[in-house]
């Protein structure tokens, strides 16, 4: 078997409205055998892997994969299983799975669910090999496999802390973007973004953090304004805390000025030889030790945010309790059996481990793995509390006394932090705290929930509410509407239609699609980011209050689109163009990749769908949101019909733009007020409008706003580069635009008898990637509008040089254009050149652009060099 792609599509997708691996996949061999004809293939695979019983498959309940198994199912199917089943066992579960065959045969396309990235592309690679493990009969270390995944899924997966405050913003309504590969999360869109890393926020004071860090200096700000701390000073050599020691009296508590997560404490040290190790422990994270007295009472950690004391919990540093026969080794093992226990933040509690803390308090305690502790007995394996090393937490939250709450509500102004954990040391909260029998031992900035969210003993407290209503109050508007438009053709010029409209209604839009990425109209990056990453640095953009989003199919397939929902999804058309390419083998298939964006609109959005193209309104199914239709035919049955129930379309009447619903019918404009229509020549650019105008009414733009922004929207350079720019050179004219497939220039050939009696001569190119008969249609549809064609080459894609413009110029000449009014020449600017050689008064030049800003510089300097610079058109570049 070989894996021949695989990627992770990382948003809402063809096969999935989560992210998912793709994973397409050529069975070889075993295309001629299923499972049920390997011999003793499933016997192994259910022994290797016991938990694929809890697999319903297509039957719908337990048990049902493995009935599919022993009836005879594809291996690439059992891999989508396997890869599913690897990541549950590592503590990812996932549910979801599909297998599609191709028109290859033994190749098939496997997606699946996964949660981490790093950990799902690998259970796919190791399914497949698991897979054909078994049925080559040999052995296979799937314990390996999963310890490598939990490795992953530990590096990569967001901690329980900040995951909380993500599904809690997601609960309300507040996307996520993962920053970067640790905890740094963009909470919202645009404007109305805050950032968060684990528990601090793009507010908490970095003052107030450095304080926390400086234990010391936090002891003395305490202090100060009458808060319990425990005695201590700083040594900087033992000689130093030996000092300190004597003069505190034994026991002490040896910590690092600067640390955390418990390392370099040590609790409790009696004598001076006990001091000397944990000093060395201590220095070896910072050269400044605090040597404090320590306190007796129990450990609890209370959380304060916002001002307010959200939970407490009292916490015990992992232990174990003899039972007179076992030995310490034994009772560990026997600990860490608890379900409840996992590696890292995989459970509820974490495992213990025997480290370096807990050898040193052997040492001290005179013990060793191999001792039998008596029954009852308890020993402590580490000197701190933390959950990550073992530790448990019950919840107290309801024992806190008023008096203790109001001083750790205190404590978090003093220090400065809207997000703050407080250690105290007391015999328990639920009493004022008093100086010498209780004291605050240390603050953190940053602090854990997962205590909190899931306490060993005691009641859940979901903390992550009060520190998302701190960054979001409820009462506040945290909402960027997300325009996502898409389609064969003219997505590009409704994309940008829309913006223009939103920025001239006072709005701060950005923009991303084929020609690159704005803010509010102004270009920050070229090229075309019509795909997630497009998306993704609009909607980082921290001065935007609109996002509009050019959606092309290539993006949607190789990486999912780059955001969850949508508040309007405008579906323009279907059109043959891409088929063949990127497993896309049928217009059907595409059509069901371009419906993604509809699919994801909010069911209190708007979905804008053309009533013209069947199959667009054959996917009406699966749209989201309120449906409005636009329409060129005003008696459009579909149009009717949604009329007739109550809908809202937007249609083409009498040359009028006009939205009938069951309100009173509006009026916007006429079609000679829409520059972009070329006096009504344009059709398809009436299209766009009508779509455009759906849209913004759908979002609740007001009549007037919307006829502002489509009458000063022009097909000029510098408002929709390279889509119908008309450029007047006097005695003849030239039109740069991005038409690169059948439908575009047959919709040119509607316009161009408008424009001029003379010779119609095209700079044209075919695209590589598409498939031979493609490109033939592509020559014949030039042939049937053109009488001069200059063929380039400026996107071979794969191909020999040339070899798409012989197949564009056979299909014109076979459809009997004149061999000998097609040129080939396959450099861009040269064949730019010639047609300007060529050309005639009355003449009318169409240079299909493939890069925009190049070929539009290119088409400038001819006309200064014809018409001078002083006359160079000021909206060009």
Known sequence: MKVLEHRALRGPNRYSRYQAIFMLLDIGAYEQQPSDTIDGFTDRLIALIPTLHNHGCSVGGPGGFIQ???????????????????????????????????????????????????????????????????????????????????????????????????????????????????????????????????????????????????????????????????????????????????????????????????????????????????????????????????????????????????????????????????????????????????????????????????????????????????????????????????????????????????????????????????????????????????????????????????????????????????????????????????????????????AHTLKYSGHMVGFAGTTGVAIDGVEIVAGDYSGPEGSSIVLREPTIDHAVLEIARGGIIRRGLGFDTCDVGVFLNVGEDHIGTDGVEDLEELSLVKATVIEVVKDTGVSVLNADDPIVVGLAGRAGGKIIYFSLQPKNETIRQHLSTGGTAVVLQDGNLVIHSPEPTIHVSSVLEAPITMSGAAIFNIANVLAGVAALHGLGLSVDMIRNGISTFHPSASQNPGRMNLIDFVTFKVIVDYGHNTPAVQAMGHVLPHLTKGQKIVVAHGTGSRVDTQLRAFGLALSEVYDKIILADADPRGRKPGATSELVRSGAVDNGFAPGAVDIINNPDTALARAFEIVQPGDLIVVQVNEVEPMLRAVMAHFARIAGPARLPEAVP
């Not at 995951?163 to 920053?179: D, Q």
């Not at 220095?283 to 605090?290: E, H, L, P």
């Not at 450990?299 to 039972?323: C, K, S, W, Y």
Request: charged fraction near 25%; aromatic fraction near 4%.
């Open 68 to 498: 599919r198994l022993r009836r005879g199912t594809w291996i690439g199917h059992i891999a989508e299983h396997v890869a599913l089943e690897l990541q549950c066992l590592a503590g990812m579960e996932v549910g979801f799975g599909k297998t599609y065959d191709t028109n290859d045969d033994g190749i098939y396309k496997v997606v699946y669910r996964y949660r981490v990235e790093s950990a799902g592309l690998k259970a796919g690679e190791d399914a497949v090999a698991l897979v054909q493990a078994m049925a080559e009969n040999r052995p296979y270390d799937i314990d390996a496999v999963i310890a490598h995944l939990k490795d992953l899924r530990e590096s990569d997966l967001l901690g329980p802390s900040t995951n909380s405050i993500v599904e809690e913003a997601k609960h309300r309504g507040i996307p996520a973007i993962r920053l970067n590969s640790d905890s740094h999360v963009q909470l919202g869109y645009g404007a109305k973004q805050r950032h968060i890393q684990a528990t601090m926020t793009d507010r908490t004071s970095a003052i107030g953090v450095e304080i926390a860090d400086e234990k010391f200096r936090t002891k003395e700000r305490l202090s100060r304004a009458g808060i319990p701390t425990p005695d201590g000073r700083v040594a900087t050599s033992l000689g130093q805390a030996t000092g300190i020691a004597d003069d505190l009296g034994y026991p002490v508590a040896v910590k690092p000025e600067i640390g955390n997560h418990g390392r370099g404490i040590s609790a409790r040290v009696s004598d001076a030889s006990e001091l000397a190790t944990a000093f060395v422990s201590a220095v070896a994270i910072c050269s400044s030790v605090i040597v404090e007295k320590t306190m007796t009472g129990f450990d609890f950690r209370v959380l304060v945010i916002d001002g307010n004391l959200v939970a407490a919990a009292r916490r015990e540093p992992a232990h174990i309790v003899g039972d007179g026969t076992s030995t310490v080794q034994q009772l560990i093992n026997h600990v860490n059996a608890d379900p409840r226990r996992g590696i890292g933040h995989e459970r509820v509690l974490t495992a213990i481990s025997i480290d370096h803390m807990s050898q040193r308090l052997l040492a001290f305690q005179d013990r060793t793995l191999d001792d039998v502790l008596a029954s009852g007995e308890k020993l402590y394996l580490k000197s701190t509390a933390n959950l990550s090393t073992g530790g448990t937490a019950c919840d107290v939250t309801d024992h806190v006394h008023q008096d203790a709450r109001l001083m750790c509500e205190r404590v978090a102004r003093i220090i400065g932090m809207d997000c703050i954990g407080i250690d105290i040391v007391a015999p328990g909260l639920d009493q004022p705290l008093s100086h010498g029998s209780a004291g605050i031992v240390e603050v953190n900035a940053a602090p854990g929930f997962r205590m909190h969210l899931a306490p060993t003993e005691g009641q859940a407290r979901n903390v992550a509410k009060p520190f998302v209503d701190m960054l979001f109050p409820p009462a506040l508007d945290t909402h960027v509407p997300i325009i996502a438009v898409t389609g064969t053709n003219g997505k590009t010029t409704t994309a940008k239609l829309i």
